[in-house]
């Protein structure tokens, strides 16, 4: 039987760290890779840094370290140097 053919990456994270609002490190080098049409759940318990994960990957807070790209638009540190 053939392997089935892979699925480009719509979303990938790379060594991602965020800091909550408090200064304190709420995400710390964090990689993963989504597949087009796959579907992905974040679970954790209050404070594990869910609500900073997201807000970093959408744009709505600032990366500490580390780079997302969603469908090949890169968002990175300020000091980061080129794309994936």
């Known amino acids: ?5 892979p699925m480009p990456s719509i979303l990938v994270v790379k060594n991602l760290s965020v ?12 990689s993963f890779e ?3 049409g796959k ?3 974040i679970a954790g318990v209050d404070g594990n840094g869910q609500t900073e994960l997201i807000d970093a ?3 709505l807070r600032k990366i ?3 780079h997302t790209s969603f469908e090949e638009a ?7 140097e080129g794309a994936p």
């Open 1 to 5: 039987m053939a392997s089935p053919i």
């Open 19 to 30: 800091t909550a609002d408090s200064g304190l490190p709420a995400v710390d080098s964090i």
């Open 34 to 36: 989504v597949s087009r």
């Open 39 to 41: 579907i992905v759940g």
């Open 57 to 59: 990957i959408t744009g």
């Open 64 to 66: 500490a370290s580390g």
């Open 74 to 80: 890169f968002r990175a540190t300020a000091d980061a």
